[in-house]
């Protein structure tokens, strides 16, 4: 992997994209100079753990469950230095502005990107700061075209706007987040971007799951709905049960941290200050017109 002469890296990732109601995408940055160490962290953890590559997509065994706690326990760590932010935007697809006829799915992620990184990018770190950003190489996005947008250093602002009226996202990144250098990354080479994986799965499943995480916590603590036995509460899944753990241990670990960040209030992680380095950001419509694009 090339990298350029950007102060700063991001990591981004998204989950459940294609086929469930709450979406997400995640973002995880740092400064240059701690790449390259944070990634050899990383990569011992999933040594420790005896897997090559942690995907939340795979987690249906206590194995993957043990990567996903060391990964959450040194994330935090590392935030809590203020070395390290992982910040999540989710959105609701049945929402007043998604649930429309003819979204453009593609061209609305591409609009949550811009959400996020004008919040994490912009307002997190520094002013001065520039970027490197690896998505993942299995994003929904078509990043190399917005790489070669940026190659294209001699062309000026107002050039640019004439030649990519209809394409502003790769305009707008160069131009709006000092982003210099955009390389779409294999997860399994590089450990922080397992990082985004991580967090934007748990962010979308948080929601999605919710009311029957509320059940199985309800059962462990003895706690059964009149007319319902355990037996009918605990009928889970092995992927259910693992995920459910992680959760409850982030959601633990976040208390204990005093990060902010709520499960029950939202029906789903949620971050109630986003000046925390952990942030779960499901995102609400600004306004009666904020409506997602449509093909």
């Avoid at 294999?186 to 971007?193: A, D, Y």
Wanted: proline share 3%; aromatic share 12%; with cysteine.
């Amino acid at each position: 992997m090339k990298i350029s002469q950007a102060n700063h890296v991001a990591y981004a990732d998204e989950s459940y994209y294609t086929d469930k109601r709450f979406r997400s995408i995640a973002v995880a940055t740092l400064e240059s100079s701690n790449m390259e160490a944070f990634s050899k962290t990383f990569r011992a953890l999933l040594e420790d753990s005896s897997i090559a590559e942690f995907k939340w997509s795979k987690l249906r065994q206590a194995r993957e469950r043990f990567a996903a706690i060391k990964f959450i326990d040194e994330t935090i760590k590392l935030a809590a230095n203020q070395q390290l932010r992982v910040d999540i935007l989710i959105w609701d697809t049945c929402d007043s502005r998604h649930h429309i006829h003819g979204r453009d799915d593609t061209a609305n992620l591409q609009r949550m990107y811009y959400h996020l990184f004008k919040n994490v990018l912009l307002r997190r770190w520094p002013s001065q700061s520039t970027w490197s950003l690896f998505p993942d190489e299995n994003s929904a996005l078509d990043w190399e075209t917005v790489q070669d947008y940026l190659d294209t250093t001699s062309v000026s602002i107002e050039v640019a706007q004439s030649l990519f009226d209809n394409e502003p996202f790769r305009f707008r990144l160069s131009r709006d987040f000092q982003i210099v250098q955009i390389e779409e990354v294999s997860s399994k080479l590089e450990s922080v971007c397992q990082v985004a994986d991580l967090f934007a799965g748990l962010g979308a499943y948080s929601h999605t799951a919710f009311s029957r995480y509320s059940r199985w916590l309800d059962s462990k603590n003895g706690q059964l709905p009149l007319g319902l036995d355990s037996q009918q509460i605990l009928v889970l899944s092995n992927s259910e049960r693992e995920r459910f753990r992680v959760m409850k241990y982030l959601d633990d670990k976040c208390k204990r941290c005093r990060f902010h960040v709520s499960l029950k209030t939202a029906g789903g992680f949620k971050t109630f200050d986003p000046k925390f380095p952990i942030n779960f950001w499901p995102y609400e419509p600004q306004h009666p017109e904020d409506k997602a694009p449509t093909k």
